[in-house]
């Protein structure tokens, strides 16, 4: 603590550099803060995944339906708790570009496999006493201004014409990262309505009795409909959304190889840096020495500079990112859940910290190294 | 007492027996110091005068711990430096020497109170303590009005004088002042040779000054005259 001044001094001796050298770190956090935050929405529905649920879809494509009466056939299967059912609707509110996922759902059983949404009881006793009731997100709802009794026409791209539903419920989530941008409404108002593929549905979600039973009963279930018109594919909800998003390209791989060239630009430019700043201070360094400041605390001044710099400009683009990723989805719906979480934000820190470590490590061992009596001849 | 024989007294604060120093320069062999000898008793001023490049400076460097000899051996306080590790060295010249430089080495970034606090952020004297220390040698050089100042805000004599302070400020053992005046007009040579003198003569400090300036060397209690790496004693007050 006593030589903080003398840190703080050498931090604002070249205020432009600093400057510099702080934006540098600042900027990369907040690519790094951006990219995580993105990762995390890529990989929501793996976050979000219960361990004992399990998706049942056609096995030629997602875009397959499976058949209604597949319900009561799965219930028999041993270690099933609970199956529901759900379609994809593909709508739009108004104009193409408002766009959140609409779904049929099954609604005596939804709840039952999901137990993580939560929807006041009243709100969703008057949604399963109207037909052409819907129950909306919370982030979708704020985002239109939808309110409950308020009446919601959803332009259908796949059914056709326009729907209009009666907002009867908002729901939340009880965990950070469930999705709130989802909309619910009656799978038997889509069964009435459609003119084509009556009695089918999108897919099928189990809920087993406990995780263990995952493998045995999906394998039990696509043995079941092994060799019929209708074959099916099941896996956890978990393997299901990470083949998701494998589907649109290795995301993590891509995120992995930008961050890492963002850091290692970082520690080249504050490398060069934390370089400049010794050698201008060669002088002075040895000057402490003289004084009886030993190498360590040579090396450790050098260093505390070095974090100094990577501390600030990590704190002030983290605080950046982590403002910007509150003002919610930036893409208008392709990524519904967009957060940097704490964890995030520290792992951030941490590699701020690390970059600054190592970008000082080479300058200060220098530093410690020098020679009292060469160093001041150049005094 | 100062002698340059080898033959001094036992109780010497500072103590060189046979001293060599050897440099290699590329192939070439530079014996700086030949067998040097030097007993200094507490509270001496001492002089040492000599033509550039007969080791003056790679004297004083021994006698500070910022160098080792390549033979001979240098005892100070009873401590012999060349046993001592690097970060007991280190240790030894906080606790020890205070060094005042020709360019008066003070940092830019830190005002004159800071610069001076320096040798004391090494030890364990708090906050308040080390304000008192500080105060009390900037006023002992006439400064006490120029705390808050810069070395840049403060003319060459100022600064040597700031400098001057922080080589007191820890009451080390000894000073070590390589060519203090050689930066100053005559005006500010003189000032700052009075206040060595003051050091010397009121507070007992033991000082050993390097210098070319031989009104500078008057003050000083013995003369010795360093050439081409022998030490001879050219006058005493």
């Known amino acids: ?379 | 007492m100062v002698r340059v024989d080898g033959n001094g007294s036992g109780d010497a604060l500072i103590r060189m027996r046979e001293v060599d120093k050897v440099y290699h320069r590329g192939g070439e062999v530079i014996h700086v110091l030949q067998g040097l000898n030097l007993d200094v008793e507490a509270g001496e001023f001492v002089a040492f005068m000599g033509p550039s490049g007969s080791g003056k400076t790679t004297l004083l460097n021994l006698l500070g711990g910022l160098d080792l000899p390549t033979a001979g051996t240098i005892v100070v306080d009873g401590d012999e430096l060349s046993r001592l590790s690097g970060p007991a060295l280190a240790a030894w010249r906080a606790r020890h020497v205070g060094f005042i430089f020709q360019m008066y080495n003070l940092l830019p970034v830190l005002t004159a109170f800071q610069n001076v606090e320096l040798p004391l952020l090494l030890t364990r004297l708090s906050r308040a303590e080390r304000r008192d220390h500080v105060e009390l040698a900037l006023s002992l050089v006439g400064l006490a009005d120029r705390l808050d100042h810069y070395p840049r805000q403060l003319s060459g004599g100022q600064e040597q004088r700031v400098a001057i302070a922080r080589a007191i400020v820890a009451d080390p053992t000894f000073l070590l002042c390589d060519e203090p005046t050689g930066d100053l007009d005559r005006r500010s040579a003189d000032e700052v040779m009075e206040l060595l003198s003051r050091l010397s003569a009121e507070y007992g400090k033991t000082l050993l000054m390097v210098t070319h300036d031989p009104r500078a060397a008057e003050r000083a209690g013995a003369l010795l005259h360093l050439d081409k790496g022998v030490l001879v004693e050219a006058g005493r007050r």
């Not at chain 1, 929405?41 to 499976?66: C, H, T």
């Not at chain 1, 970082?266 to 490398?271: I, R």
């Not at chain 1, 000057?287 to 710099?309: I, N, P």
Request: glycine share 10%; with cysteine.
């Open chain 1, 1 to 379: 603590m006593r030589y903080l001044p003398l840190i703080w001094r050498n931090l604002v001796r070249k205020k432009v550099r600093t400057t510099l050298t702080i934006g540098s770190y600042g900027v990369a956090l907040f690519l790094f803060g951006l990219l995580a935050a993105i990762q995390t929405a890529f990989n929501q529905g793996v976050e979000v995944a219960g361990v004992d649920r399990l998706v049942v879809r056609n096995k030629v494509s997602l875009i397959m339906p499976l058949p209604q009466a597949y319900r009561d056939r799965i219930l028999q299967i041993r270690g099933v708790r609970a199956v529901t059912y759900a379609s994809w609707f593909g709508g739009y509110y108004q104009d193409e570009r408002n766009f959140f996922p609409q779904y049929a759902i099954d609604t005596p059983t939804f709840r039952r496999v999901y137990p993580e949404f939560s929807v006041p009881p009243s709100e969703w006793s008057a949604f399963e006493a109207d037909q052409e009731g819907c129950v909306v997100g919370r982030q979708t709802a704020q985002k239109y201004g939808f309110k409950v009794g308020d009446r919601v026409p959803i332009v259908a791209t796949i059914f056709g014409g326009v729907w209009e539903f009666n907002v009867r419920g908002i729901y939340d989530g009880t965990r950070q990262q469930d999705d709130l941008t989802q909309f619910w409404f009656h799978a038997r108002y889509l069964e009435e309505r459609r003119r084509w593929g009556k009695g089918n549905v999108g897919w099928y979600v189990v809920r087993v009795a406990n995780p263990d039973l995952a493998t045995p009963v999906a394998a039990a279930l696509d043995a079941l409909f092994a060799n019929s018109s209708w074959e099916t594919k099941s896996e956890t909800e978990a393997a299901f959304a990470a083949g998701f998003v494998k589907q649109m390209g290795n995301i993590k791989l891509l995120i992995l190889v930008i961050g890492s060239v963002v850091f290692v630009t970082l520690l080249l430019v504050t490398g060069n840096t934390m370089a400049m700043a010794v050698r201008e201070r060669t002088g002075e360094l040895a000057v402490l020495k003289t004084l009886g400041f030993s190498d360590r605390a040579v090396l450790g001044l050098v260093l505390a500079e070095s974090q100094a710099y990577a501390l600030q400009g990590g704190i002030l683009g983290l605080v950046a990112v982590k403002l910007f990723t509150m003002r919610g989805d930036p893409t208008g719906g392709m990524l519904p859940l967009f957060y940097l979480s704490p964890a995030k934000m520290g792992l951030g820190l941490l590699a701020a910290a690390a970059v600054g470590a190592a970008a000082g490590a080479i300058p200060a061992v220098l530093a410690m190294r020098l020679r009292i009596v060469h160093a001041l001849r150049r005094v």
